[in-house]
C-alpha cells in the first residue's frame, strides 16, 4: 500500500492492515458473536498506560518503585504503630496514635490518587487534525531528507512561546505541555515523571503529589520525634546521663523536665549512651529510625522545592530547563505566573480540577471499533507520508529527548 | 448524545466535503479559548456575525469553568481536606460548565448549523484541541 492510497481512503472508514493476522478475524467472529459489547477507548489507547477495573484506574506501563514506596510506608508505620505506640501512649499521650494514624491515611491515600489518576494526558489527534496541520506546514517532502523540528510561535502574555510539534500525538504541543517517553503521551502542564510514584505527573495531579509529600514529611517527622523519644524514655531507664540530671533537680529552677527530654536526645549520640544496646533491644524501632533519619531529609528538601515552585506556578521541567530564569535573554518572565505568591498557591493547589480529556470509558463508535482490531497501529499508517515513518519517529525521539 | 450519534450517522452517509479545524487561541495562557477568526472555508455557509458569536459565546463559556473565584477555592480546599475524595462523589465545577456546552452546542446544530449543512464537533471529543467544523456537500 503506497502513500497516495492512504489519501484517498476516507479517514472515517478506517482501513484494516493488510497482513491479517488470525487475532483480527477473531475479534470480527467476537464483533458478530456480541454485537452488544462495543468496545471501549481504553482499549485501544495508543500510550504505554495499563488499564484496570473496565477503564476506571490507570497507571503507567512502568510502575516504577511504587510497590517499594507503599511498602515503605506501610511497614514503617505498622511498626510505628505497634512496638511505638503503646510504650508511648502509657508514657505520654494517647493523641500520638490518632494523629498517626490520621497522617498514615492522609499519605496514602494521596499516594493512590497521584500514581492512579490520569495525569492530563492529551488524546492523540485524528488522522483528519494531523492532515490538516500538515497541509499548514511548509514541507520540502523529500523522504531522505531530515525535516527541522517543526515550531510555531506564540505571544503569551508579552512573552514570545515556542510550541513544539509532536511527531507521536500529530499535533502542536500546547504551552506547558511534553511528551513523556516512558508512557509515551503528551501530558498537560508536564512537571516530571515520579518513579516513586509510578506516574507522570502534570496538570490533573499535581496537588495530590504536593499533598502527598507534604503529608509524607509531616508522617516522616512524626515518626522519626516519637521513635527518638521513645528511645529517650527508655534510656532514662538505665543509668544514663539523663537520669544523673534528674538526681539534682535543684540546679535547674526552670522547666527542667522539657530540658531533660531535650538533652535526652543527645544523650542518644554521645558515645557513652546505650543507643547500641537500646538497638538490639529494640530492632524495630532502631529499623524505624534508620529509614526515618534517611526519608525525613529527602523528602523535607523536596517538598520545599516543590513549596518554591507552586509559589513561583513554575514546573520542574521549566525550572530545571531554566525557560524563565533569563539564562536565554534579557527581559524573560514567567508569562503563566500571576505575580504574587497566594494567587499562584491557590491557582495551583486550589484552582478548578480539569477533567480528564482521554474518556477512557466511552465507546468506541461501531464503524471504528471493527477496524480498531491491529490495536495501536493505526494512526501512523493514516499519516500523509509513510515513508518517512522510521525517520518521523527517530526524530521524535530525537524531540523528546530534548524536551 | 445518542441524538447526535444517529444524526451523525445520516450524515455519513451524505458525504463529507471538508473539515474545518478551528485551532486555540494562547494569547492568554493555557486557558481554553478558541481563535475567533472567521475561516474561509465557510464563507459561502454561514454568516461571519453569527459564527464569531458561537465561537464567543463557547470561550466565556470555557473561561467561566477555569475561573479563579471563590467556589473553585472553597471546592478545592473542601477538597484538599477530604483527601481529595469528595471527587470521586461529587461532580465539579468544571464538570457542570462542560454539561453546560455540550446543551448548547447541540442547540447551536439543531437551530443554525444542521439547516446550512454544517456539524460542529464538541472540542471535548478532541481532547479539547480544536473545534472541528464539519462541511456536508450541498444536495441542492
Known amino acids: 500500500m503506497t502513500s497516495c492510497e492512504y489519501q484517498q481512503i476516507d479517514p472515517q472508514a478506517l482501513p484494516t492492515p493488510t497482513p491479517a493476522p488470525p487475532p483480527h ?106 492532515a490538516d496541520i500538515e497541509k499548514q506546514i511548509d514541507n520540502t517532502g523529500n523522504a531522505s531528507y531530515r525535516p527541522p523540528p517543526r515550531t510555531k510561535e506564540v505571544l503569551i502574555n508579552q512573552q514570545v512561546v515556542k510550541l513544539k510539534y509532536c511527531f507521536s500525538c500529530k499535533m502542536f504541543r500546547p504551552p506547558r505541555t511534553s511528551h513523556c517517553s516512558l508512557c509515551d503521551n503528551c501530558v498537560e502542564r508536564f512537571d516530571h515523571h515520579c518513579p516513586w510514584v509510578g506516574n507522570c505527573v502534570g496538570k490533573r495531579n499535581y496537588r495530590f503529589f504536593y499533598t502527598f509529600i507534604v503529608s509524607l514529611s509531616f508522617l516522616t517527622a512524626f515518626i522519626f520525634g516519637c521513635v527518638t523519644t521513645h528511645l529517650a524514655l527508655r534510656a532514662q531507664g538505665g543509668k544514663g546521663l539523663v537520669f544523673a540530671l534528674q538526681e539534682s533537680p535543684g ?153 | 448524545m445518542a441524538e447526535t450519534h444517529s444524526l451523525q450517522d445520516m450524515r455519513q452517509q451524505a458525504a463529507v466535503a471538508a473539515k474545518v479545524f478551528i485551532q486555540r487561541d494562547y494569547t492568554k495562557g493555557t486557558v481554553c479559548q478558541f481563535q475567533t477568526k472567521f475561516p474561509s472555508e465557510l464563507e459561502t455557509r454561514i454568516d461571519k456575525q453569527q459564527f464569531e458569536e458561537t465561537v464567543q459565546t463557547l470561550n466565556n463559556l470555557y473561561a467561566e469553568a477555569e475561573k479563579l473565584g471563590s467556589q473553585s477555592y472553597i471546592e478545592g480546599c473542601l477538597a484538599c481536606l477530604t483527601a481529595y475524595t469528595i471527587f470521586l462523589c461529587m461532580e465539579t465545577h468544571y464538570e457542570k460548565v462542560l454539561k453546560k456546552i455540550a446543551k448548547y452546542i447541540q442547540e447551536q446544530n439543531d437551530k443554525i448549523y444542521a439547516p446550512r449543512g454544517l456539524l460542529l464537533t464538541d472540542p471535548i471529543e478532541r481532547g479539547l484541541r480544536v473545534i472541528e467544523v464539519t462541511i456536508f456537500e450541498d444536495r441542492s
Open chain 1, 25 to 130: 478475524h477473531g475479534n470480527d467472529r467476537d464483533k458478530r458473536e456480541e454485537p452488544k459489547r462495543p468496545r471501549r477507548k481504553w482499549q485501544v489507547f495508543p500510550g504505554k498506560n495499563r488499564f484496570y477495573c473496565d477503564g476506571r484506574i490507570m497507571v503507567a506501563r512502568q510502575s516504577g518503585v511504587l510497590p517499594l514506596t507503599l511498602g515503605l510506608i506501610v511497614i514503617t508505620s505498622g511498626l510505628f504503630f505497634i512496638f511505638d505506640c503503646p510504650f508511648l501512649v502509657k508514657h505520654l499521650t494517647s493523641c500520638i496514635p490518632v494523629i498517626g494514624g490520621g497522617l498514615f491515611v492522609f499519605v496514602v491515600i494521596t499516594l493512590l490518587q497521584t500514581s492512579l489518576t490520569d495525569p492530563g494526558i492529551l488524546p492523540r489527534a485524528t488522522p483528519d487534525e494531523a
Open chain 1, 251 to 403: 540546679r535547674y529552677p526552670f522547666n527542667h523536665k522539657r530540658v531533660l527530654k531535650f538533652l535526652s536526645v543527645f544523650s542518644l549520640i554521645s558515645p557513652s549512651s546505650n543507643v547500641p544496646m537500646l538497638s538490639l533491644t529494640q530492632p524495630p524501632t532502631a529499623v524505624e529510625l534508620v529509614i526515618c533519619f534517611f526519608s525525613v531529609w529527602s523528602i523535607l528538601g523536596l517538598s520545599g522545592f516543590h513549596t518554591y515552585l507552586v509559589a513561583s506556578n513554575l514546573t520542574t521541567n521549566e525550572d530545571i530547563k531554566g525557560s524563565w530564569s533569563g539564562k536565554s535573554g534579557e527581559g524573560v518572565t514567567n508569562p503563566y505566573s500571576h505575580k504574587n505568591i497566594f494567587i499562584n498557591c491557590c491557582s495551583v493547589l486550589c484552582g478548578p480540577m480539569p477533567p480528564s480529556l482521554i474518556d477512557r470509558r466511552g465507546f468506541l463508535p461501531t464503524d471504528e471499533s471493527v477496524q480498531t482490531a491491529g490495536a495501536g497501529i493505526e494512526l501512523p499508517p493514516l499519516a500523509a507520508k509513510s515513508e518517512i515513518n522510521v525517520e518521523v519517529k527517530c526524530l521524535d525521539f530525537a524531540v523528546s529527548c530534548t524536551g
